[in-house]
T-cell receptor
């Protein structure tokens, strides 16, 4: 079974600085997808960024980028120019490719990292 | 564009009571999911439905039942609530393409006393 590990329960960053959130996963599959979701105090789950395992290029969305190391099974999230609105729980998630081994596309989540942003 | 709508937002139950959490999506998605979120545990899959008329157990299905009423609606029922079911419940749906993310509702905070 696949597992996702976020080893940093809490992180803190100064406004305008850069922070990196760690995520590792365990799988024997070669085709899969990785996601980062943000959960602010409002409780809403917001997709931040996604990565397809067969793509070597790291995904980027504005101030958010990932460092995807497939061999190391690592998928870290870098937030540049941190803003107060970035304060939230961040969840890393794994999904098998649809129909791979019976997968129906559900996500396997890490336990989350709580990010605080200091003004 | 409503996306995924969950009701209610909050609920308090006494042990042994029953209730149904409602979920509807307007994105014409086939796949729908129910997760629970507990402190320090991330989100764990309770049940999912790959298409109308089918449902399957996830990681933590005990104490729950689901119904995929039609393509839009996927409900979660607690027949006899227990304090261990105190949690935040999320419904989600997913589009058909390979890299489609999950779209989540805003969650239901359930407290069982």
């Amino acid at each position: 079974a696949q597992t996702v590990t976020q080893s940093q329960p809490e992180m803190s960053v100064q406004e305008a600085e850069t922070v990196t959130l760690s995520c590792t996963y365990d799988t024997s599959e070669s085709d899969y997808y990785l996601f980062w979701y943000k959960q602010p105090p409002s409780r809403q789950m917001i997709l931040v960024i996604r990565q397809e395992a067969y793509k070597q290029q790291n995904a980027t969305e504005n101030r958010f980028s990932v460092n995807f190391q497939k061999a190391a099974k690592s998928f870290s999230l870098k937030i540049s120019d941190s803003q107060l609105g970035d304060a939230a729980m961040y969840f890393c998630a794994y999904r098998s490719a649809p129909n791979y081994g019976g997968s129906q596309g559900n996500l396997i989540f890490g336990k989350g990292t709580k990010l605080s942003v200091k003004p | 564009n409503a996306g995924v709508t969950q009701t209610p937002k909050f609920q308090v139950l006494k042990t042994g009571q029953s209730m149904t959490l409602q979920c509807a999506q307007d994105m014409n998605h086939n796949s729908m999911y129910w997760y629970r979120q507990d402190p320090g545990m991330g989100l764990r899959l309770i049940y999912y439905s790959a298409s109308e008329g089918t449902t399957d157990k996830g990681e933590v299905p005990n104490g729950y039942n689901v119904s995929r009423l039609n393509k839009r609606e996927f409900s979660l029922r607690l027949e006899s609530a227990a304090p261990s079911q105190t949690s935040v419940y999320f419904c989600a749906s997913r589009g058909p393409t390979r890299n489609s993310p999950l779209h989540f509702g805003n969650g239901t905070r359930l407290t069982v006393t």
